[in-house]
């Protein structure tokens, strides 16, 4: 085993919290190991380090720079199998459980209550022969565009994923998000998006650009297009712009997040309605995460670089949690809601076998 999975591995066998990572289209695995056993928090949006933010903000788990060991390491994991296709089992429970939570959602949006809801479920596999670093390396293998992770923190345990969503990339003043929503399976690249799908996404859009407003100059707006996320496709809109005040880096988080993509609008109620209608905890699903100011080689400033807590799992026990949703509108199909939150539980279940 190379030396830095050796050093995550010691890491993980005392119990002490660690990060290990991937950014899209890099090369390179970088490793935060926390050096105490301390568990600590963001208190404000000036600290340096790998930040975890649960879903609904109440938890924000950082693993400060100055308390960790840096490592890193280059992409070249050799003798990995990453191919294998997958049989889809599912309960006819679970099934009808999601369908009538999607009908919920329908019924509130036809009355004019919302626009969007994001509805989402969680699935548990069995995984006897688990082993962390193996999958992280399937992960890394099989996603090259996503953003890879697996952390553990005593305080919430072990948590891994590939996500293909940035909720916000900032250097010098300069901020890029994505709206990232419709999905499809690759085999349907050549069939257009549907009505439901591009007005999905353009809302995403649309709420990203107006509540930013206050807080740039000089914005950027792509057309949408067409995104490959592992065996699906999604609608992307590209937004970057100049951040008038760089103070304002926790005003702009709080703002995003959560976003219409993984929440829904009004964004206030649309929490309430996953609080009370889902019947479970997300925890850290739709949360975000990622490197929270760090200093940027050669360049005097700070950077951050976070995503959305997407396509992801936390390990209890030798059961994986499985999270998966999706965007909810007056013209959606319950069933073929339903299937949509299988085909994205595969992007993971692909690193258990
Ligand atoms: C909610 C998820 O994904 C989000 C919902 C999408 C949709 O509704 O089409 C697409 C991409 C993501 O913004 C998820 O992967 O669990």
């Known amino acids: 085993m190379s030396d830095f999975f050796q050093k995550v591995s010691q890491q993980y066998n005392q119990k002490l919290a660690f990060v290990m990572y991937s950014k899209p289209n890099s090369s390179t695995s970088f490793g935060l190991l926390q050096e105490d056993s301390n568990s600590y928090f963001l208190e404000n949006y000036e600290r340096k380090g790998f930040i975890l933010n649960s879903f609904t903000s109440e938890k924000k788990i950082l693993f400060p720079l100055d308390k960790c060991l840096q490592i890193s390491t280059e992409n070249n994991f050799e003798g990995i199998e990453t191919t294998s296709e997958l049989k889809e089992t599912y309960s006819e429970e679970v099934k009808l459980k999601f369908e009538n939570l999607v009908k919920n959602a329908i019924e509130e949006i036809e009355v004019g209550n919302y626009k969007k809801i994001v509805t989402s479920r969680s699935e548990t596999v069995s995984i006897p022969d688990f082993d962390f670093i193996k999958s992280f ?65 353009q809302l995403v859009t649309d709420f990203i650009v107006e509540s930013l407003e206050p807080f740039i100059a000089e914005k950027s707006v792509s057309e949408p297009y067409t995104y490959q996320a592992g065996n699906l496709l999604h609608i992307k809109t590209d937004i970057s712009a100049q951040l008038k ?67 992801c799992m936390k390990i209890e026990n ?34 258990l076998k």
């Not at 300069?174 to 439901?196: F, P, Y």
Request: aromatic letters at 10%; glycine letters at 6%.
């Open 137 to 201: 390396k399937v992960l890394v293998q099989l996603y090259p565009t996503a953003f890879k992770y697996c952390a553990f923190h005593p305080e919430i345990g072990m948590w891994m994923g590939a996500t293909p969503e940035q909720l916000l990339k900032v250097n010098k003043n300069t901020i890029q998000t994505v709206a990232l929503a419709g999905t499809k399976t690759k085999d349907k690249i050549d069939e257009d998006w549907g009505e439901k799908e591009v007005v999905e996404q």
């Open 245 to 311: 005040n760089k103070m304002q880096l926790g005003e702009v988080i709080n703002i995003l997040h959560p976003t219409p993509a993984v929440c829904g609008f009004p964004k206030e109620k649309a929490k309430d309605f996953i609080l009370e209608n889902e019947g479970y905890n997300r925890e850290f699903y739709a949360g975000f995460l990622g490197e929270l100011n760090y200093e940027a080689v050669n360049q005097e400033c700070e950077n951050s670089d976070l995503f959305v807590n997407l396509r």
């Open 318 to 351: 030798k059961i994986a949690n499985i999270y998966v949703g999706c965007g909810i509108t007056k013209d959606s199909q319950p069933e073929l809601e339903f299937f949509e939150t299988v085909n994205k539980s595969k992007t993971i279940k692909k690193v």
